[in-house]
């Protein structure tokens, strides 16, 4: 039986590469959707998720319930969408509220709470290490999460948050420029127009750059 289910892994991961993507060793994937160019890296577990094109994560995440863009940078450590435990019933335990035994058995014949909702996390995002980002919460387009912070709020496009629990520090950019960028959707071009773009995505002038390629 063992010997079945890990020349199944095996066939897995070879459909994988085949794919263009890289998913390391010691990767648990259970009801995901990985697009083409990504890669994850060793001791990742990815449950119920997306990830789109060219985004990758690193060691020891745990994501569940999430649905990542484009251009994502996922830092290690991170956990998304971890469950949460209701505090408004007499007790906290799941044995109660889910029947899905996530405990040792469960009393509940169906789900009595939603403890698992969808965390949404735009394009280019940039994740830092051991972020905690809480389920439900929808991070914007260009948004960067500072390391260690606890993300209880939703973020907005192209803001630096940070802090326990994270707060909004500053805007990547002033206004119109954001609304230019998304407006843009560069996560969206060929391949081809991305690698003509190169030069321009390394510019600090981030305002005369986007004249030149709109």
Not at 56 to 63: P, R
Not at 66 to 83: A, L
Request: charged residues 20%.
């Amino acid at each position: 039986m063992f010997k079945k289910i890990k020349e199944s892994i095996n066939a897995l991961r070879d459909v994988i590469y085949l794919r263009k993507q890289s998913v390391a060793k010691k990767v648990k994937l259970d009801k995901y959707c990985i697009e083409n160019k990504v890669k994850v890296y060793e001791n990742v577990q990815l449950n119920n998720s997306e990830l789109g094109e060219y985004s990758y994560v690193a060691e020891n995440c745990i994501i569940s319930n999430s649905v990542i863009g484009k251009f994502c940078s996922v830092g290690p450590n991170t956990i998304m969408g971890y469950g949460e435990h209701p505090t408004n019933l007499i007790s906290t335990s799941p044995v109660f509220y889910n029947s899905n035994e996530i405990a040792y058995n469960s009393f509940a014949t169906k789900n009595y709470v939603e403890d698992c909702k969808q965390i949404i996390i735009g394009n280019d995002v940039w994740i830092g290490a051991q972020v905690y980002i809480k389920n439900g919460i929808t991070i914007g387009n260009g948004a960067v999460i500072a390391a260690g912070a606890i993300v209880t709020n939703d973020v907005p496009d192209y803001a630096i948050a940070g802090g326990v629990p994270a707060k909004v520090i500053k805007f990547r950019f002033d206004e119109e420029t954001v609304t230019k960028l998304l407006k843009m959707q560069w996560w969206n071009w060929s391949e081809e127009k991305l690698k003509l773009s190169q030069s321009k995505f390394v510019s600090s002038d981030v305002k005369k750059m986007i004249n030149e390629l709109t």
